[in-house]
């Protein structure tokens, strides 16, 4: 009997150690919640340019010499390129005096006329008082008063008067058809000068030339390409230099697709740039692209973003951009 109840306590003792040992591997399961915040959208952007400014000139010039290198940057008086400007300053001098003897053309065609209508009236009234003459002697003829030889002069006088008369007009025709023929033709010419000089004068007028040089123009900019060689002709309109315009600065970036419908336009963002990743700039999104692109194999959505503040980042540097979850 006192072996069985032996046997009845330990194998008790045995089954309590077994539960308090399963009791310690399987502890209680007890539910943590864990708070996310702060949660952003970092993507990988660059630093780019809102405006870009391009100087191109009205006239071919020939460029003396280049100012400036390519990354430099710039204020609104430093020089760019000198030019040489003594040929179009020569062409400038001939066409004023060309367009100075036109003019002079033009009042003399008219000058013309008027003393060929002057002369006109003068042999008109000759020609009218030969013919009261005329009357009256043929009155005196009538009477008996004077003989018909002198009757004879007198309509010899109106005669000639009236040829007179006759070529006087004709000159005056003449004069003002020439001289409407003339004028049209010196006026054409004369507008074509004006237009040539009109085109010198806003070359020389340009708002990026003194002093036979191209300056900037503005503050703050970038020199980002030039055009021109020194010795070599610059062609009209062909740009000669491209500016950054650094107080324009903003980031180009781009999304994934799944987060198109969290990005929106004036939405508050942070920068770091790789070069100062411990200066952070804060942004807005001023763009979200209505068209998807493929970029590497992706679909993304182009965005940009401007600075809140003037800064001192320099295009084309890589940046990365937090973008809150709304």
Do not use: W
Request: hydrophobic letters at 40%.
């Amino acid at each position: 009997m006192k072996k069985n109840l032996l046997l009845l306590l330990l194998l008790l003792v045995s089954a309590l150690m077994m539960a308090c040992s399963a009791q310690a591997e399987n502890p209680p399961v007890t539910e943590d919640v864990i708070e996310v915040k702060d949660q952003n959208i970092e993507v990988y952007g660059r630093v780019a340019v809102g405006e870009i400014k391009q100087i191109a000139l009205t006239q071919s010039v020939l460029i003396e010499r280049v100012d400036v290198k390519v990354g430099e940057k710039l204020t609104s008086n430093d020089t760019i390129v000198t030019l040489n400007m003594d040929e179009l300053e020569r062409q400038k001098a001939l066409l004023e005096l060309k367009a100075e003897s036109l003019r002079s053309q033009l009042e003399n065609d008219n000058v013309a006329y008027l003393q060929a209508n002057q002369n006109y009236k003068i042999i008109k009234e000759k020609y009218n008082t030969s013919i009261e003459n005329y009357d009256k002697q043929t009155k005196l003829y009538e009477a008996n008063i004077i003989a018909l030889e002198t009757l004879k002069r007198y309509e010899n006088e109106m005669n000639t008067v009236k040829n007179e008369l006759d070529n006087a007009n004709l000159s005056v025709t003449s004069s003002l058809s020439d001289s409407a023929t003339s004028s049209e033709s010196l006026e054409l010419e004369l507008k074509e000068l004006e237009n040539q000089l009109e085109d010198l004068n806003a070359f020389f007028t340009h708002e990026n030339i003194q002093d036979q040089k191209i300056v900037s123009g503005m503050d703050e900019v970038i020199v980002s390409s030039i055009n021109v060689q020194a010795g070599a002709y610059n062609t009209a309109y062909t740009p000669i230099i491209e500016l950054y315009d650094t107080s324009t600065l903003l980031v180009k970036a781009s999304i994934n697709e799944e987060f198109m419908k969290t990005v929106k336009i004036g939405q508050d963002v942070t920068i770091v740039a790789s070069a100062d990743p411990e200066t952070v700039y804060e942004g807005k999104i001023s763009f979200v692209s209505s068209k998807a692109v493929i970029d590497g194999g992706e679909t993304v959505i182009p965005i940009e973003i401007v600075f809140n503040e003037t800064n001192e980042l320099l295009p084309n540097l890589n940046v990365d951009v937090m973008i809150p979850m709304e």
